[in-house]
């Protein structure tokens, strides 16, 4: 028998859906698309003239938190020519880094990060951060389609001035396709539900919140529905909510996500 035979589940990614369904069927198992990304794009004007404002107050601390959007914004920097000031900016202040991606890009450009989490995650980079003197000092922060909670309140809580670029903007979705979801999830239609990105967790965590559909949800993912999570930072989110169990791949790739559901059902099965 195959790994995910007999296994039905929701796919909340907009981008690769056909690949990941390809990989569930040659799995033995079935799938439907229930997107929860939304819709991101870039002000790029927008934001080129929010990020030139705050180079040239010099922050005392970067922090950059993906890869994409720290590649973004040089490239905005060089095109809207103040990258100079930037690189000026960045060599006399400190550089803190989440995730690996984004510390290629850094290298990419000539930057090591002073302060580099260990794990990934949002969570490792604030240990990492603890004994930083952080009480008046300026802090750019880079997002990358929402805003980052426990983040700011922990800058917020050391006494930082925080200024938060986001270079690319969330729009949430359509909250009946969301609502349709929840329902369909909690009347049994699924064994699990997968997720790629946090926004995904977090847009189902707010509607499920907005409408008194969150304990129930939280009871259905720690008794039936199992939680399935691209990579660390997608984990992060979903514990954040109160998620605890969560089944996630130590390699962070679509294909290994649904190797590791399907270990996780046959082991739990057998």
Same mark, same amino acid.
């Given at each position: 028998?195959k790994?995910?035979?007999?296994c039905?589940i929701a796919?909340t990614a907009?981008r ?7 990989i569930?069927?040659?799995q033995g198992?079935?799938?439907e698309v229930?997107s929860?990304?939304?819709t991101v794009f870039l ?12 180079i040239l107050k010099?922050?005392d601390?970067f922090?950059?938190t ?11 920097a060089e095109?809207?020519k103040f990258?100079a000031q ?8 400190t550089i803190a880094?989440?995730?690996?991606k984004t510390?290629?890009?850094?290298k990419?450009?000539?930057?090591t ?7 990934g995650?949002t ?13 008046d000092?300026r802090v750019?922060?880079?997002l ?6 426990v983040?700011?309140?922990f ?5 930082a001035?925080?200024?938060e670029?986001l ?7 359509n ?5 349709i979801?929840?329902?369909e999830?909690l009347?049994g239609?699924?064994?699990a539900i ?11 965590f707010?509607?499920a919140?907005?409408?008194d559909? /969150?304990q129930?949800?939280l009871t #259905?993912f720690e008794? !039936? %529905?199992?939680? =399935?999570?691209?990579? /660390?930072?997608t984990?992060?989110? #979903?514990?954040?909510h !109160? %998620?605890?169990? =969560?089944?996630s791949p130590e390699i962070e790739r679509m294909g290994?996500m649904f190797?590791?559901l399907?270990n996780?059902?046959?082991?739990t099965?057998?």
């Amino acid at each position: 028998m195959k790994s995910l035979t007999n296994c039905h589940i929701a796919l909340t990614a907009s981008r690769k859906t056909e690949e990941m369904q390809t990989i569930i069927r040659k799995q033995g198992g079935t799938s439907e698309v229930r997107s929860l990304q939304g819709t991101v794009f870039l002000a790029e004007l927008e934001v080129a003239e929010e990020f030139k404002e705050t180079i040239l107050k010099k922050p005392d601390i970067f922090i950059f938190t993906t890869g994409i959007g720290t590649e973004t914004l040089f490239r905005l920097a060089e095109k809207e020519k103040f990258d100079a000031q930037l690189f000026e900016a960045l060599k006399q202040s400190t550089i803190a880094a989440r995730g690996y991606k984004t510390h290629a890009v850094l290298k990419k450009y000539g930057f090591t990060p002073d302060l580099r989490d260990e794990d990934g995650t949002t969570s490792g980079l604030i240990k990492v951060m603890e004994n930083v003197p952080l009480e008046d000092k300026r802090v750019m922060v880079q997002l990358h389609g929402m805003n980052a909670p426990v983040l700011h309140s922990f800058l917020e809580e050391k006494g930082a001035t925080i200024k938060e670029i986001l270079p690319y903007q969330h729009i949430s979705v359509n909250e009946g396709d969301v609502l349709i979801l929840l329902d369909e999830l909690l009347n049994g239609r699924y064994d699990a539900i997968a997720f790629t990105t946090a926004i995904q967790a977090r847009e189902l965590f707010t509607i499920a919140s907005k409408y008194d559909k /969150k304990q129930s949800l939280l009871t #259905l993912f720690e008794e !039936g %529905v199992l939680a =399935v999570s691209v990579g /660390k930072v997608t984990s992060e989110e #979903l514990h954040s909510h !109160g %998620v605890k169990r =969560v089944v996630s791949p130590e390699i962070e790739r679509m294909g290994a996500m649904f190797v590791e559901l399907g270990n996780y059902m046959k082991q739990t099965k057998g």
